[in-house]
């Protein structure tokens, strides 16, 4: 199982980035989650989705301003975020599990990050 995240970057705040993770292997009871880690903190739910549902769960910080969705691509899943703020700077992690779970510890496959800065 491989998990490829990408599109992180320099935003200003108020700006948009999309994040994309390129995963094989998932399953129609797979749940796919993006976390956030700030160095020196743990790792932070972000949103996650039911494959097969599509049904979707979000971090209260982020509820309204980002939007997980599947990809064009085959087992892509997106993370759109909106209103950027710069307490969203972070590196993001897309994982794989069974269960749209807040706990990392529940997700079995992670993807190696993508760094997203947001300037004030």
């Known amino acids: 199982v491989q998990l490829q995240a990408s599109g992180g970057g320099l935003v200003q705040a108020g700006g948009s980035l999309r994040l994309s993770c390129a995963a094989s292997?998932?399953?129609?009871?797979?749940?796919m989650a993006w976390f956030r880690q700030d160095p020196g903190k743990e790792r932070e739910f972000v949103a996650a989705?039911?494959?097969?549902?599509?049904?979707?769960y979000y971090a209260d910080s982020v509820k309204g301003r980002f939007t997980v969705s599947k990809g064009t691509a085959k087992n892509t899943v997106y993370l759109q975020m909106n209103s950027l703020k710069p307490e969203d700077t972070a590196t993001y992690y897309c994982?794989?599990?069974?269960?749209?779970?807040?706990?990392?510890?529940?997700?079995?496959?992670w993807g190696q990050g993508t760094l997203v800065t947001v300037s004030s």
């Open positions: 994982a794989r599990g069974t269960s749209p779970d807040n706990n990392p510890g529940s997700y079995y496959y």
């Open positions: 292997g998932i399953l129609s009871s797979s749940v």
């Open positions: 989705m039911r494959w097969g549902r599509g049904s979707t």
